[in-house]
């Protein structure tokens, strides 16, 4: 960014050279404070301005960091094109943790071992997870360009980055809903509409997106498993806010100004926080350190994301060490998030518990959140993704992205 020259500092009352040896009148000096204090106004005003213009006040979701969006259905390679649809899938952190080898007749995915959110993720289960999710963006936009994919998980035991082999071969070109629904796909941190329940028969048919052997879906419906969800999250957040490892390699994924978001086209912004436009601003202006982000996250939990849940989800598996049960449970949570952005809903993920029990598992910690959250699941399962479901009040905003040329190798 380029620095704005300084500004001179007009002379003073106090300054003996610049002010003439005459008695001022009481009006006189009057006249002379209200003008500087105008001079004042209109400097600190521009000031302002000029750092909202700089923060990106005035230019969210715009700019290099957002035009993937906007380049699903773009002319161009039928290929690549299916790469342009696995980079807007649901990812923890926006890490956006993928690469894509690309052929005429077959892609391949691999894990980006660079971009890990540490102690956050120390069974690397959200990455997991996320490569999940961007693998059936792909797989759902093959029809829509014409191409039938055969998938091959984990082809090669002795690369354990290597995620993924989608063989491709032509098909009768047909678009479908969730397809559709990959560019309009946000999460949304907002308030819930707690006037509008979530019918059970649609729950059921979200639920039924959930069709591998292994992987299911539970839901918190009734006030009391509410609540203990509920509570439970919000312990968690306590507990990541309060343990340092874990809240630094969590702040260090928050992108603060507009030049790093549109550099890095990856992280969390501000934009998609839930938060009011007022406090949205602000925060472009003026930064904000570890402690009022963690602050604000743990507000925002408490007042906004959990109380305002129509009902909260679980997808559990047998075993949550199993990578194949983690990518098809990536998979499961985009098909339902595509589903419920097409019947008029929103989620959000709230793995704050998944994440003190994977930390719990990796340092040895006691199995605080493991023994509750077991209590909460039908016995012989584990959550590897946790989330809350309801009716939007607001848009949900755009996250930054990498466009599909910069994730190739």
Not at 80 to 86: G, K, N, Y
Not at 212 to 234: H, I, Q, S, Y
Not at 371 to 376: G, I, P, Q, S, V
Request: proline letters at 7%; one cysteine or more; charged letters at 20%.
């Amino acid at each position: 960014m380029t620095k704005r020259p300084g500004q001179e500092v007009p002379p003073t009352a106090s300054d003996p050279e610049t002010v003439p040896r005459t008695r001022l009148s009481r009006r006189a000096l009057l006249g002379m404070v209200g003008a500087g204090v105008g001079t004042l106004a209109v400097a600190g005003a521009a000031g302002l301005t000029w750092k909202a213009v700089e923060g990106g006040v005035f230019a969210t979701g715009t700019g290099p960091a957002y035009a993937a969006w906007d380049a699903l259905d773009a002319p161009g390679d039928a290929t690549l094109a299916l790469v342009s649809a696995a980079v807007l899938a649901a990812n923890a952190h926006n890490t956006q943790p993928w690469l894509f080898w690309v052929s005429p007749d077959r892609i391949d995915l691999f894990a980006d071992t660079t971009r890990t959110i540490g102690a956050m993720d120390p069974l690397l289960r959200e990455r997991d997870l996320s490569l999940g999710c961007a693998l059936e963006n792909l797989v759902l936009a093959g029809p829509a360009q014409g191409l039938a994919t055969t998938v091959a998980l984990l082809p090669e035991a002795s690369d354990p980055t290597y995620i993924a082999r989608i063989n491709l071969r032509a098909t009768a070109a047909a678009t479908s809903p969730l397809y559709a629904a990959i560019a309009n796909r946000h999460t949304d941190r907002n308030a819930y509409d707690t006037s509008r329940a979530v019918a059970p028969a649609q729950l059921d048919a979200l639920g039924a997106l959930v069709d591998t052997p292994d992987v299911r879906l539970v839901w918190f419906t009734r006030d009391a498993e509410k609540a203990a969800f509920g509570e439970l999250t919000l312990r968690a957040t306590e507990a990541i806010i309060t343990d340092p490892q874990q809240s630094t390699d969590d702040y260090a994924w928050y992108r603060s100004s507009w030049e790093e978001i549109q550099t890095k086209k990856d992280g969390i912004t501000i934009d998609p926080s839930g938060q009011s436009a007022l406090i949205r601003a602000l925060s472009k202006i003026i930064p904000v350190t570890q402690q009022q982000n963690n602050d604000g996250w743990l507000n925002g939990m408490r007042t906004i994301q959990v109380p305002t849940a129509a009902a909260f989800g679980a997808i559990v598996v047998r075993n949550p060490a199993d990578r194949t049960q983690r990518l098809a449970a990536g998979r499961a949570w985009q098909r339902l998030h595509l589903s419920a952005t097409d019947a008029g809903l929103a989620v959000q993920p709230l793995c704050q518990v998944p994440e003190r029990i994977d930390r719990e598992t990796s340092a040895g910690l006691p199995a605080d959140f493991t023994t509750a959250m077991a209590a909460l699941l039908p016995s012989g399962t584990h959550a590897v993704m946790t989330f809350r479901i309801g009716y939007p009040t607001m848009t949900a905003l755009p996250s930054p992205r990498r466009p599909a040329s910069e994730v190739l190798l």
